[in-house]
C-alpha cells in the first residue's frame, strides 16, 4: 500500500489525480482538505492518526475507510511518519545551562514513561500508544534503509555505554567509524553514550581531517562520562565547532537506535536520524537485524555480552536470511577480560559463521575484513 507521511505527499497525490482507495495515511492534520476528503472514492483508505472535520470523517467512514483517532495526552506522536533528529529531541536545549535539559521533548517523553510504569504500563491506552510509536518508528527507519535503492551497506558498533570520552579506546571507536564512514559504510549503533557515541563521532567527522577529530574529542574529554553535567553541553559545543557541511552528506549520516528503556542516558547528539524506542526488546532485535554489513564488537559489559549471543544466534540459525561478520576489537579483553570469543568460536564450529568471526587490535583488519565481506556480496553468483 502506498502510505503518505507528510502533507507535501499528501498534495502531491492529490495534485496528481492519483486515489486515495487503499492508501495509508499517516499522522496528518487534513482539516483544510475536507472538501477532497467528502468527494473522493475512499474504499480501503485507512487513516491514522489524523485530524478531521466532522464532514470529512463521516464521508471516510461511509466509504468504509478505517480511522484510528488521534490520542491525546500524550507528549510524543504515536503516528510520527518519521524518525527523530537531534533537533528534534533537544529542541529547548541551551548549552550554557545544562539543567535546560529537562524541558527538551526527549525529557518530558522519559518523565511521561516513568511516571506510567516505565515498562509497566498502567493502562491499555497508554500501552498500545506505545506500541503504535514503536511501530511507526520502525517503519520509518525501514524506509530511511531503502532509500537509494536499499543501497545503503549498515555496519553496526556495539560497546559499552561507560566508555569514556578521551579515553584511547574512545578514540579508536571513533577512528574506525570516520575510516568505514569514508568507505561508504552507514554507521549504525545503540544510539547512547560511551561506545556508541564514538561511533556517530566517527562519521560525523568523516570528511574532515584527523586533526580536527581530535579537537573535537579534545573537547568532548572535558566532560568524560554521561553523568556529567556538562555532557551533554560539550557534545553541542563540537556540532557548533565542526557543523556538518552539504558536502558532508551523505558519508557523515548515520543511525542512532536507543531506548527510553534507558532514558536515563540521553541520545547521542551526533547521530543525524535517531530511532528511539520504548520497547528496548524491539530496539535490539531490529539493530541486530539491520546490521547486514557486519557488526563490530567494542569493549562492553553484559549488554554487549547479550547482543553478541543474540548476534550469534541469528547467523547460527541464518534466521534474518543472511550471515554476517562478527569482529571483535580487542584480543585480550574478548579473550581475558570477558572471555566471549573462545565460547562463540567453540559454538560456532562447523557452522558457516565460523569463517566470519574476527578478533583483532587492528583497526585496518576490521575495514579490510567488512570491504572484502561487502564486495563478495555483491558479486554475482
Not at 467512514?61 to 478505517?66: D, E, I, K, P
Not at 536545549?93 to 524541558?103: I, N
Not at 556540532?239 to 552539504?246: G, I, M, S, T, V
Request: hydrophobic share 40%.
Amino acid at each position: 500500500m502506498i502510505e503518505l507521511e507528510t502533507l507535501a505527499a499528501f498534495e502531491r497525490h492529490l495534485h496528481a489525480g492519483l486515489p486515495l482507495s487503499h492508501v495509508v495515511i499517516q499522522g496528518l492534520d487534513l482539516r483544510r482538505y475536507t472538501r477532497e476528503l467528502s468527494t473522493l472514492e475512499l474504499v480501503g483508505t485507512v487513516f491514522l492518526g489524523c485530524e478531521l472535520e466532522k464532514e470529512a470523517l463521516s464521508a471516510a467512514l461511509a466509504h468504509g475507510a478505517l480511522v484510528f483517532p488521534p490520542l491525546s495526552g500524550l507528549p510524543y506522536q504515536p503516528y510520527r511518519g518519521s524518525l527523530y533528529s537531534p533537533e528534534e529531541l533537544y529542541a529547548g536545549f541551551d548549552p550554557s545551562r545544562p539543567e535546560t535539559y529537562a524541558d527538551t521533548p526527549d525529557a518530558r517523553v522519559y518523565a511521561h514513561w516513568a511516571a506510567h510504569g516505565r515498562g509497566n504500563a498502567p493502562t491499555l491506552l497508554e500501552t498500545l500508544s506505545q506500541r503504535l510509536h514503536d511501530h511507526a518508528v520502525t517503519d520509518a527507519m525501514e524506509d530511511l534503509l531503502l532509500a537509494e535503492g536499499g543501497k545503503r551497506k549498515v555496519v553496526a558498533i556495539m560497546g559499552g555505554h561507560s566508555m569514556k570520552r578521551g579515553q584511547p579506546d574512545y578514540r579508536s571507536v571513533a577512528m574506525l567509524a570516520r575510516e568505514l564512514s569514508r568507505q561508504g559504510f552507514f554507521m549504525v549503533s545503540g544510539g547512547g553514550p560511551g561506545a556508541m557515541e564514538a561511533t556517530h563521532v566517527g562519521a560525523w567527522f568523516a570528511r574532515r581531517t584527523e586533526a580536527e577529530l581530535d579537537a573535537g574529542l579534545a573537547l568532548l574529554a572535558q566532560a568524560p562520562s554521561y553523568t556529567d553535567r556538562e555532557w551533554l553541553s560539550r557534545a553541542f559545543d563540537v556540532r557548533r565547532a565542526f557543523p556538518l557541511r552539504d558536502e558532508d552528506r551523505p558519508w557523515c549520516d548515520s543511525l542512532g537506535i536507543p531506548t527510553w528503556h534507558y532514558g536515563h542516558e540521553p541520545p547521542n547528539p551526533f547521530a543525524t536520524h535517531i530511532a528511539k524506542y520504548f520497547a528496548n526488546s524491539v530496539r535490539e532485535d531490529g539493530l541486530l537485524t539491520i546490521a547486514r554489513g557486519g557488526i563490530v564488537y567494542a569493549p562492553g559489559s553484559a549488554g554487549t555480552i547479550q547482543e553478541i549471543f543474540q548476534d550469534a544466534c541469528q547467523n547460527h540459525y541464518n534466521s534474518v536470511g543472511v550471515i554476517s561478520p562478527m569482529i571483535f576489537l580487542g584480543t585480550e579483553f574478548w579473550t581475558r577480560t570477558r572471555p566471549v570469543y573462545p565460547l562463540l568460536a567453540q559454538l560456532a564450529q562447523g557452522q558457516e559463521y565460523a569463517r566470519h568471526l574476527m578478533l583483532t587490535d587492528s583497526q585496518e583488519e576490521v575495514v579490510q575484513a567488512l570491504v572484502a565481506y561487502d564486495r563478495a556480496r555483491v558479486l554475482p553468483g
